[in-house]
């Protein structure tokens, strides 16, 4: 069964500093590999995903993610971060095993961006 | 363009109290589920659908029922209500296949008194 580990609970930056939010997963077999974005009071949105290919994924609002198998890892990042991306942000995992509808999150990472 | 809709988007419950929360999808995704957002707990799946009539249980089913009746439905039953169910609840559909994304409602905070 597949698992996703954010490494970080919580990330305070200043504004226009770059960030990376780190996520972990744990999979016997391929993996596709997803960020969501949670505004406050707001239901998740897509920001990026990783299928296969090219290892850096590009998604909306400037922030993509890198793809290491080796190191089991999809972490996201922004070289320059505003006020706006303050939210939480999920990693999640689903793969082509038995069950592969199943989508499994992490437990979250609150970014926020200090003026 | 409504995507998932849920509703009541706030519910005020009483300890044994029932209720149901409504979910659907305009998109005929196959697969619709179940989330409770706990602080600090991320999502954890509650119940799951891959189809009409076809429900299975997700990794926190107790004290939830579920139904598919239609491909775009899939309510939510809490039979006894209780303050350990107080949450923020999602809903989600997405096209059976693992490399899609998924759709998710705006959420529904319900507390339990």
């Known amino acids: 069964a597949q698992s996703v580990t954010q490494l970080d609970s919580q990330v305070p930056v200043f504004e226009e500093a770059p960030v990376e939010l780190r996520c972990n997963y744990s999979s016997s077999v391929s993996v596709y590999l997803f960020w969501y974005v949670q505004y406050p009071n707001q239901g998740l949105q897509l920001l990026l995903k990783y299928l296969s290919g090219s290892t850096l994924v590009k998604g909306i609002n400037g922030f993509e993610a890198e793809f290491n198998k080796s190191q089991t890892s999809f972490h996201l990042r922004k070289p320059s971060v505003h006020i706006s991306d303050t939210a939480e942000y999920f990693c999640a995992v689903s793969d082509n095993q038995g069950g592969s509808e199943k989508l499994v999150f992490g437990k979250g990472t609150k970014l926020t961006v200090n003026p | 363009n409504a995507g998932v809709t849920q509703t009541p988007k706030f519910q005020v419950l009483k300890t044994g109290q029932s209720m149901t929360l409504q979910c659907a999808q305009d998109m005929n995704h196959e697969y619709m589920s179940w989330y409770r957002q706990d602080p600090g707990m991320g999502l954890r799946l509650i119940h799951y659908s891959v189809g009409a009539g076809i429900t299975d249980q997700g990794e926190v089913p107790n004290g939830y029922n579920v139904s598919r009746s239609t491909t775009e439905d899939f309510p939510l039953r809490l039979l006894s209500a209780a303050p350990s169910q107080t949450s923020v609840y999602f809903c989600?559909?997405?096209?059976?296949?693992?490399?899609?994304?998924?759709?998710f409602g705006q959420g529904t905070r319900l507390t339990v008194v």
């Open positions: 989600a559909s997405r096209a059976r296949s693992p490399n899609t994304e998924a759709f």
